[in-house]
């Protein structure tokens, strides 16, 4: 196991482990219920964590997150939930909706 990357809030930790995984690198979010108990730790040390099972493959990963955050934007908005979806996802994360065509 091996820490790759802090992210800003749980909801984008698991979209990279999921993208992660998707990739063919196993990837889990660690510390994901550290939020829980902020206020009792400086906040820049209870963010979630996306770490990789197989050290070697941290280049990989690194590579695969810098696709992912390059990726073009599209912004749009949740028919079901109202949730703004910024990035290449076309399901909402919050509801599982899919992007309106
Ligand atoms: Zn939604």
Request: hydrophobic share 45%.
């Amino acid at each position: 196991m091996r820490r790759l990357q802090a992210a800003p809030n749980l909801a984008i930790a698991t979209l990279w482990a999921d993208w992660l995984s998707g990739g063919g690198i196993a990837a889990s979010v660690q510390r994901a219920n550290a939020q829980a108990i902020a206020g009792q730790i400086p906040p820049d040390q209870c963010l979630p964590e996306v770490w990789i099972e197989d050290d070697d493959r941290v280049d990989a990963a690194r590579a695969l997150l810098a696709g992912l955050t390059a990726a073009p934007a599209r912004d749009w908005v949740c028919p079901h939930c109202r949730e703004r979806i910024e990035g290449p996802f076309e399901e909402c994360w919050n509801c599982g909706a899919a992007m309106p065509r």
